[in-house]
């Protein structure tokens, strides 16, 4: 499975979008990009997920660009609840195992 | 509907004891299974993944071990217990070899002393 980067942490103002880049410039064609996030003390909770197409789901929306190189997960309206840990992983469809890097920690602010 | 279930949820051992932590699926039949283990301020790191019943997969050469005695129960054990066993340990379940979304437990936090 390819390897992501993400920037170890960012802040938001609360009711703003909330941007999380990541970038996956080895991935491969039969690759798709999974969003997960945990916070504090819980299990990671899925998010979101994409091949090539823009995604979009009641939580987040996904943009992956054109050469898939990278991907974007916005939170449209961040809420305090928001505050987590945010996980990008690039997998096969079929592959059982989910490869957790450091992720980005997203702290929401009032 | 399909709940996950963990016990005990925090535990503290001495080094050297012996360790079981089991984990349970409802609601759903013949599911992958997974364990996880977080270290503090570390990411997510699998452990183990089972496709079914005897069948376990170990991804990291350690002094754990898991068994599947049945279709929807995951068990985690150690025959003598290391500091550096200490963690946040996740059991997750997912269905179907396309599945893209794995399910989390609430986890078990052990604490080596």
């Known amino acids: 499975d390819a390897k992501t980067t993400q920037p170890p942490s960012m802040d938001c103002a609360e009711g703003r979008a909330a941007n999380l880049p990541c970038n996956h410039s080895t991935i491969s064609g039969n690759e798709y990009v999974y969003w997960y996030r945990q916070i504090h003390s819980q299990g990671p909770q899925y998010i979101i997920h994409?091949?090539?197409n823009n995604e979009t789901n009641e939580m987040a929306s996904l943009i992956i660009t054109e050469d898939r190189k990278s991907s974007t997960l916005i939170l449209p309206h961040a809420t305090l609840r928001d505050t987590a840990v945010y996980y990008c992983?690039?997998?096969?469809?079929?592959?059982?195992?989910?490869?957790f890097g450091a992720g980005t920690i997203l702290r929401v602010k009032s | 509907s399909q709940t996950i279930h963990q016990w005990p949820a925090t535990l503290v051992q001495p080094v050297g004891s012996p360790l079981s932590l089991e984990c349970t699926v409802e609601?759903?039949?013949?599911?992958?299974l997974y364990w996880y283990r977080q270290a503090a301020g570390r990411g997510l790191q699998l452990l183990f993944y089972?496709?079914?019943?005897?069948?376990i997969s170990s991804e990291v050469p350690q002094n754990l071990s898991a068994s599947r005695p049945q279709d929807r129960q995951f068990i985690l054990s150690s025959k003598k217990l290391l500091l550096s066993d200490s963690g946040f340990y996740l059991c997750?379940?997912?269905?179907?070899?396309?599945?893209?979304?794995?399910?989390f437990g609430p986890g078990t936090r052990l604490t080596v002393t």
């Open positions: 992983i690039v997998r096969v469809a079929n592959g059982n195992k989910l490869v």
């Open positions: 609601g759903t039949s013949n599911p992958n």
């Open positions: 089972s496709v079914g019943i005897g069948q």
């Open positions: 994409g091949l090539k």
């Open positions: 997750a379940w997912s269905v179907g070899l396309a599945a893209y979304e794995q399910y």
